[in-house]
C-alpha cells in the first residue's frame, strides 16, 4: 500500500511524560483511508491532526456504524520502538467489522498504517517508566443519509495519544461494582465487538459504578444477571484456590488481546485455567471464605489492574486486604516487561516497528 505523506506546518508541543494521564494528547499526525462500494479501500494518507468535516445526516452520528481498536507502542531502554501483538488487534477489527456490516480492513494494510504512522510520530513515543503510546484505530460509515441500511463509504483512521495509567489508581487496586440490573450483552449482539455502541451503553453502568465510589462495573451475563463476565474496560480473572477463572469467549465478551497473552503465561506457568461460566454467588462466596485469593482486570489500556473489592448488591467483599497479589504483581512485570523489552521476548509478540 502506498501512503501519501501531508506534512504539518507546527507542531505541537510535547505534555509533561510524568502527568500524561490517558487519552488527553493527541500527536501530530493522524493516518486517513477511504472505502467505496465502487473503489473500495483508497487514498492512504498520513496527513496533520486535524479534525473532521462531518455532514448532520452523517449515518454514524444516527446508527453508530462504527467499530476501533485499542494498542500501545513502547520505546524500550535501547530506544527501539515496538508494537504488541498488532495482527491480533487487526484480526478483532475484522470480526467486529463483520457484525456491523462493514468492510475488513486487510490485517496487512492495517499493521502496515500503524507502523508507519508510529514512524513519523516516534518522537511521541514517551520513555517514562509505565508509559506508552496509546494507538486508536477506528472505522465509521460517512455516507449522509438518514435510512437505516448497511453504508456505501466508510473511513478508516488512526490516531495517538502519549499515555501513562489508565485508571488514577495506576497499578494500585480499584474498586468495582457488580452491576445487577443493566446489562451489557447478550449472544447474538455486540458483546464480542469493539464497537462504540457497547461502550455508549456501558456508560450508566459506570457512572453509577462512580457514585459508589468503584473505579468501574463488572457486566453480568445479560440473561440471567447471574454469571461474571467482564468490566468496564478489561477482561477480569480471578485466583480462586490456586486456580484461574475467567469467562469465555463465547459471543458476549470482548477477545482482549491482554486477556489472551496472560492465558499463555498462565498456562506456561502451570495454572489450571477455567474458562467457564462463574456465578456471582459463588465467587462472593470464594470472597467471604477466603478462598478467593486475587482478582485482576487485563486490557490493553488498563494492561493489568488488581481488583481489590467487589461491591455486589448489599454485600462487599476485600481481597487480599485491598493489596496486590503475588501474583497480579507478576504477570504485570512479566507482560510489561516484554512489551517494554525488558524480558525476552520467548513468545514473538513484539514487532520492532523499524523491521
Ligand atoms: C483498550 O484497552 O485499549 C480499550 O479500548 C479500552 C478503552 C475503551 C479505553
Given at each position: 500500500?502506498?501512503?501519501?505523506?501531508?506534512?504539518?506546518?507546527?507542531?505541537?508541543?510535547?505534555?509533561?511524560?510524568?502527568?500524561?494521564?490517558?487519552?488527553?494528547?493527541?500527536?501530530?499526525?493522524?493516518?486517513?483511508?477511504?472505502?467505496?462500494?465502487?473503489?473500495?479501500?483508497?487514498?492512504?494518507?498520513?496527513?496533520?491532526?486535524?479534525?473532521?468535516?462531518?455532514?448532520?445526516?452523517?449515518?454514524?452520528?444516527?446508527?453508530?456504524?462504527?467499530?476501533?481498536?485499542?494498542?500501545k507502542a513502547y520505546r524500550t531502554k535501547e530506544g527501539k520502538i515496538q508494537l504488541f501483538r498488532p495482527q491480533m488487534n487487526a484480526e478483532r477489527m475484522i470480526r467486529s467489522n463483520e457484525r456491523l456490516c462493514m468492510p475488513a480492513f486487510p490485517v496487512d494494510m492495517f499493521v502496515q498504517a500503524v507502523k508507519e504512522l508510529v514512524k513519523?510520530?516516534?518522537?511521541?513515543?514517551?520513555?517514562?517508566?509505565?508509559?506508552?503510546?496509546?494507538?486508536?484505530?477506528?472505522?465509521?460509515?460517512?455516507?449522509?443519509?438518514?435510512?437505516?441500511?448497511?453504508?456505501?463509504?466508510?473511513?478508516?483512521?488512526?490516531?495517538?495519544?502519549?499515555?501513562?495509567?489508565?485508571?488514577?489508581?495506576?497499578?494500585?487496586?480499584?474498586?468495582?461494582?457488580?452491576?445487577?440490573?443493566?446489562?451489557?450483552?447478550?449472544?447474538?449482539?455486540?458483546?464480542?465487538?469493539?464497537?462504540?455502541?457497547?461502550?455508549?451503553?456501558?456508560?450508566?453502568?459506570?457512572?453509577?459504578?462512580?457514585?459508589?465510589?468503584?473505579?468501574?462495573?463488572?457486566?453480568?451475563?445479560?440473561?440471567?444477571?447471574?454469571?461474571?463476565e467482564e468490566v468496564g474496560t478489561m477482561n477480569i480473572m480471578f485466583k480462586i484456590d490456586g486456580e484461574i477463572y475467567t469467562a469465555p469467549i463465547e459471543g458476549t465478551v470482548l477477545a482482549g488481546v491482554t486477556r489472551d497473552s496472560i492465558l499463555h503465561i498462565l498456562k506456561d506457568w502451570g495454572y489450571k485455567i477455567h474458562e467457564t461460566?462463574?456465578?456471582?454467588?459463588?465467587?462472593?462466596?470464594?470472597?467471604?471464605?477466603?478462598?478467593?485469593?486475587?482478582?485482576?482486570?487485563?486490557?490493553?489500556?488498563?494492561?493489568?489492574?488488581?481488583?481489590?473489592?467487589?461491591?455486589?448488591?448489599?454485600?462487599?467483599?476485600?481481597?487480599?486486604?485491598?493489596?496486590?497479589?503475588?501474583?497480579?504483581?507478576?504477570?504485570?512485570?512479566?507482560?510489561?516487561?516484554?512489551?517494554?523489552?525488558?524480558?525476552?521476548?520467548?513468545?514473538?509478540?513484539?514487532?520492532?516497528?523499524?523491521?
Open positions: 500500500m502506498e501512503i501519501r505523506f501531508e506534512e504539518a506546518k507546527q507542531l505541537k508541543e510535547k505534555p509533561d511524560q510524568k502527568n500524561l494521564g490517558f487519552g488527553k494528547y493527541m500527536t501530530d499526525y493522524m493516518f486517513v483511508m477511504d472505502w467505496t462500494v465502487k473503489d473500495g479501500w483508497k487514498d492512504a494518507r498520513i496527513t496533520p491532526y486535524a479534525p473532521l468535516s462531518l455532514d448532520p445526516a452523517c449515518v454514524t452520528l444516527h446508527y453508530a456504524q462504527e467499530t476501533f481498536e485499542g494498542m513519523v510520530e516516534r518522537e511521541w513515543v514517551p520513555s517514562e517508566e509505565g508509559t506508552s503510546l496509546y494507538i486508536r484505530p477506528f472505522m465509521f460509515a460517512t455516507e449522509n443519509a438518514l435510512g437505516v441500511h448497511m453504508a456505501t463509504s466508510y473511513k478508516f483512521m488512526v490516531i495517538c495519544c502519549p499515555v501513562g495509567a489508565y485508571y488514577a489508581e495506576g497499578i494500585n487496586p480499584v474498586k468495582i461494582l457488580v452491576e445487577n440490573e443493566l446489562v451489557r450483552a447478550v449472544l447474538g449482539g455486540t458483546g464480542f465487538t469493539k464497537c462504540g455502541g457497547n461502550y455508549a451503553g456501558s456508560i450508566l453502568g459506570q457512572v453509577k459504578a462512580e457514585k459508589m465510589g468503584c473505579a468501574q462495573a463488572l457486566w453480568l451475563d445479560g440473561v440471567h444477571r447471574k454469571y461474571v461460566h462463574l456465578a456471582i454467588d459463588d465467587l462472593m462466596k470464594a470472597g467471604h471464605d477466603g478462598s478467593l485469593e486475587e482478582a485482576f482486570g487485563t486490557g490493553t489500556a488498563a494492561v493489568i489492574s488488581p481488583v481489590g473489592e467487589l461491591v455486589y448488591q448489599d454485600d462487599a467483599v476485600k481481597v487480599n486486604d485491598f493489596k496486590i497479589g503475588k501474583l497480579t504483581q507478576k504477570l504485570y512485570d512479566y507482560l510489561t516487561g516484554i512489551q517494554w523489552g525488558n524480558v525476552e521476548d520467548k513468545y514473538g509478540w513484539t514487532m520492532d516497528i523499524d523491521s
